[in-house]
């Protein structure tokens, strides 16, 4: 649903001496900062959003693997999808090095996964602020509601993120405004705070109510659905990952291989990534340059990467792990090549049992 300013009830509202009032939003494309642009193009506000590109993206990684059968609701950019439904312009940013680098080390810690929400907020409202002063804008907004989100939104947090991002007084949270205090553009009269609103807690009847009023339909599962970093098996790969190795010395690749396949822990200093279709293949395949790569010829195979210096042991080890997820899987002994470079290695081996494979999975 595309909406012009004709039905947002109001023209432009008065705003900094001879121009319209200019919102920068972050627009993650979910339902809340959906609401939270509407709201305001509601008062007649010019509005741009802001899409994260983090790299932890779950839509954003589907699209990386292009299975022909996936459903294309799930590969799509959904700040892309909220811009056109609501008929702003969105532009996407891209987080960089400086995010990985908070995700590994971040000021307020992790929530229940792998995911550091506050000092996300935090990266995310600061860059928003950068693009204001970069390309005009009076303030910032985001679709934070007091209450729904266990580490990120409760009073303490928004008070916390508020006054650490750079820009206190100019950050309006239109869903949940008045159990805040008045920030500068509400009380310099940019923005009616008459008809910003009072939501709080984790149910969502509200936001469902608004968005069958405004004819929003379309969006995602809520609250981190989309983030690899909130995702269970994901967090036990970076937690291992974080404990085998300070947060300085961990590459940006390995932190993308971490969203692929099953990971098998077989030293301090290597692991194994096993593809589970041709997909991830194909995927697994991008990163294998200067890696020990595992794979039964002549059937149906995994790829199988390692991270580190494998040994003699390792690499029977990962054959055999290798040749348990092959179409050979229920032969005695199964060949397997490594290569690595120029190197090539041919490898005889058991497919691993089930029981002693339990022992190295992460
Ligand atoms: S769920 Fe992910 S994207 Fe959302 S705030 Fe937390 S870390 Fe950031």
Known sequence: MTRSMSEAGEGTRPGPPGRKVRAIGLLSGGLDSTLAARVLLEQGIEV????????????????????????????????????ADLGIPIEVLDAGE????????????????ANPCIDCRIFMIHGAADYMREHGGDFVFTGEVLG??????????????EKECGIAGYLLRPLSAHHLPATLPERLGWVDR??????????????????ERWGLRDYPQPAGGCCF???????????????????????REELILLKVGR???????????????????????RFASGAWRFEVLGCGSPITLAEGEPDDRQKALAASITARYSDRRTEPLVEVTARQGGREEKLLVPPVADAALEAYRI
Not at 98 to 113: D, S
Not at 151 to 158: V, W
Not at 203 to 209: C, D, G, L, P, T
Not at 233 to 248: C, I, L, T, V, Y
């Open 98 to 113: 400086a995010y990985l680098r908070m995700v590994l080390n971040p000021k307020h810690g992790y929530g229940k996964r």
């Open 148 to 161: 729904q989100r266990p580490m990120s939104q409760h009073m303490q947090s928004l008070k916390l993120i």
């Open 263 to 285: 990971h098998f822990r077989l030293g301090p200093t290597v692991k194994i990534i096993v593809a589970r279709d041709e997909a991830e293949n194909n995927f697994l395949g």
């Open 229 to 251: 970093l909130a995702d269970e098996n994901f967090a036990k790969r970076f937690h291992d990952k974080k404990q085998h190795a300070s947060p300085e010395e961990i590459r």
């Open 48 to 83: 741009v959003g802001l899409h994260f590109s983090t790299g932890f993206c779950m839509n954003d990684h589907r699209r990386a693997l292009g299975r022909p059968d996936e459903d294309p609701k799930r590969m799509r950019n959904e700040g892309l999808r909220a811009g």
């Open 194 to 211: 008459d008809r910003l609103l009072a939501i709080s807690g984790r149910s969502r009847k509200e936001q469902m109510a608004l968005s």
